[in-house]
């Protein structure tokens, strides 16, 4: 181990965060059951996570931390009157495996943007230690309750507004996460001053996002990570492993209140 990577050990472990799986053991232990060519570049950048909801069930959280996952994105909120059964398991769960996490709401088309924007601050923790909230923007053309489409002025009036909320209650910027579809359909060259979280499966984000700068990329769905017994959604970090630790709020790893 070189000096440099044993200094950054250290530190990692006196701030109770896991390493990045750079390569050995922990590098073989995420995987991929599909993996496309496109995106081979993802698998060995040096910051690793995950997003997840209740599909993937129950989540052994220390395992997946130890497998080298170093950050993950929970499911919260849906509409407004939509709470994913496993949210608060998974928060603290992540919590206390010492996982830093961030909750995400996935903007329903037809109710209110306030109404959601409510409904995430009734159901998601203030906690200083989080990473910041995440709004999820994709079209619900196969939803059975909202199929039809909404104008693109629409739709980025309800997003500003619903960014507006979740950035005064938690006091952090929210991060867009989004498909190709929504961004080319509303996004583009919209919402500069915040940052993205891309969904490209086949290829690097820059291929198929125009203009679109990017801090989290979600590179396949179908990950395989210890702890989790069904293909999960994998993400890497846009950056070193320096400057994820410098993003970060503060150590996730303290006893958790309430978490029972």
Known sequence: ????????????????????????L?????????????????HRMPVQGIDVSN??????WESVRAAGTQFAFIKATEGGDYLDPKFRENWYGAKRAGIPRGAYHMLY????AREQALWFVRNVPQDADALPPVLDLEWNHHSKSCPQDTPPEVALKKVKIILEVMETYTGKRPIIYTDVAFHRDVLEGELGGYNFWLRSVAAEPHEIFRDRPWLFWQFTTT???????????????????????????????RSVQGSN
């Open 1 to 24: 181990m070189s000096v440099a990577l044993r200094r950054l050990a250290v530190l990692a472990l006196s701030l109770s965060l896991p390493l990045a799986p750079a390569s050995g």
């Open 26 to 42: 922990l590098a073989r232990q995420l995987a991929d059951l599909d993996p496309h060519k496109g995106v081979a570049r993802a």
């Open 55 to 60: 599909w993937q069930g129950d989540v052994d």
């Open 109 to 112: 088309w037809c109710r209110s």
């Open 223 to 253: 990950g395989r990570v210890p702890g989790i017994r069904v293909p999960v959604d994998r993400n890497v970090f846009n950056g070193s492993a320096a400057e994820w630790l410098q993003m970060l709020p503060v150590s996730p790893r």
